[in-house]
């Protein structure tokens, strides 16, 4: 089922998800809910402030999965972060069963993204099972976690996570 109720905690269990995603030399530090949000959004237009762009009804939906010999397998319960998603922004969604996640673009209901035209808008992915990190090889953004969606209309953008190597004793 789709959940976009920021539940107590989500943003600690994805603090912690997130902290250990350095590779393997690196040591978790632990981040406050206020160090999950990018440094910087693309330049908003002068006296507009936050958030930039319009709010535009238009969704952003996809799946949380792993890529094995088999094909994709889901990851249930990732959570995902859009800092322009929805009316009042900072919207969480919770990856089903099937690792679909869902950020509605139904106005009436405080759904929509914030668009400026041409620029990315910034997501974070996350999972309650720490044996999941970034794949290698994807293009720096704001750190492990983040991607920059271009959204143009109802958009799907699927995101994998890798297996974390199984630790020697």
């Known amino acids: 089922m789709r959940d976009r109720t920021m539940l107590p905690g989500s943003v600690l269990v994805l603090a912690l998800g997130l902290a250990g995603c350095g590779g393997p030399d690196s040591s978790p530090t632990p981040l406050s809910p206020s160090s999950l949000l990018p440094p910087a959004l693309a330049p908003a237009p002068p006296g507009s402030g936050f958030p930039p762009g319009t709010l535009t009804g238009v969704s952003l939906s996809g799946a949380v999965y792993e890529l094995t010999p088999t094909g994709r397998k889901p990851i249930a319960r990732a959570l995902v972060y859009c800092e ?28 929509g993204v914030w668009l400026t035209p041409g620029v990315p808008t910034p997501i974070i992915v996350g999972s309650y099972n720490p044996d999941f990190k970034d794949p290698p090889g994807l293009p720096a953004t704001q750190g492990p976690g983040w991607r920059n969606v271009l959204i143009n209309g109802d958009t799907r953008f699927d995101i994998e996570l890798v297996r974390r190597a199984a630790a020697t004793p």
Do not use: R
């Open 84 to 111: 322009l998603c929805s009316k009042e922004t900072h919207a969480f969604a919770t990856a089903d069963d099937e690792g679909f996640y869902q950020f509605s673009g139904d106005l009436a209901m405080g759904g």
